[in-house]
């Protein structure tokens, strides 16, 4: 199994909060990836990053921002969460710069709630 | 536009059984193609890649094809078993890009039943 964690696992929280969803990986790999994956549906990319001080928006435009100020950690925020926040938020690596090559190995993921 | 569609979109059978999963593409330039397997609540794990001059890649029970002429892929899965439930996603990457992309399907959600 990977070496890639996310906490938490699940989170329910009201409208209007502050939230961090961490990511970690110990493998060294200085590409990291956010998606978010509705039920029954594609992965959509909505952060990436290169290495540290690196990140990128993905496909899917998303209210939340990313930093890498370290290359284990790459943490996703939201300012203040809105129930279409509602959703799976995956996090993923790889050894390669080039998505297309090599594996990404995937975090176990959130399951974001909002009220 | 490039797109990745999966079919059945889900599928039950019983334990022992086999049964093969497709994936349709219209990707291009192509790179490779991936399954994943996703346990629910879980993060996707991979089990096979194929780049364009592969036909067939084989991890256990599990033996992907892929026809790059026709943009097709299958993954047959053989005897299953309880732990064989799960959604399995293709996934097709390009080279369009400078640094490349890649396109997921919506997945087959297999529950395999005692």
């Known amino acids: 199994e990977a070496d890639i964690y996310q906490t938490p696992r699940y989170l329910v929280i009201g409208t209007g909060k502050k939230i961090t969803l961490e990511c970690s990986q110990t493998?060294?790999?200085?590409?990291m990836y956010w998606y978010q994956q509705d039920p029954g549906m594609e992965l959509h990319l909505i952060h990436y990053?290169?290495?540290?001080?690196?990140?990128e928006k993905g496909d899917l435009s998303s209210e939340s921002t990313v930093s890498r100020i370290r290359t284990e950690h790459f943490p996703l925020t939201l300012e203040s969460a809105r129930p279409s926040h509602t959703s799976q938020y995956l996090c993923?690596?790889?050894?390669?710069?080039?998505?297309?090559?090599?594996?990404?190995?995937f975090g176990p993921g959130t399951r974001l709630t909002v009220t | 536009k490039n797109q990745v569609e999966q079919s059945p979109q889900s599928l039950i059978i019983l334990e022992g059984k086999n049964c093969t999963l497709q994936?349709?593409?219209?990707?291009?330039?192509?790179?490779?193609l991936r399954w994943y397997k996703q346990d629910t609540g879980r993060g996707p794990v991979s089990l096979t890649i194929?780049?364009?001059?592969?036909n067939t890649k084989s991890n256990g029970r599990y033996t992907a094809t892929l026809d790059a002429d026709t943009k097709q892929s299958s993954l047959h899965i053989t005897a299953s078993q309880l732990s064989d439930s799960a959604s399995y996603i293709c996934?097709?990457?390009?080279?369009?890009?400078?640094?490349?992309?890649?396109?997921f399907g919506r997945g087959t959600q297999l529950t395999v039943w005692p």
């Open positions: 493998m060294g790999h200085d590409k």
């Open positions: 990053s290169y290495g540290v001080n690196s990140t």
């Open positions: 993923a690596s790889s050894e390669s710069l080039d998505a297309s090559a090599g594996e990404q190995y």
């Open positions: 994936c349709n593409y219209t990707v291009s330039p192509f790179s490779n």
């Open positions: 194929m780049t364009f001059s592969e």
């Open positions: 996934v097709v990457s390009d080279r369009g890009s400078t640094l490349g992309r890649l396109y």
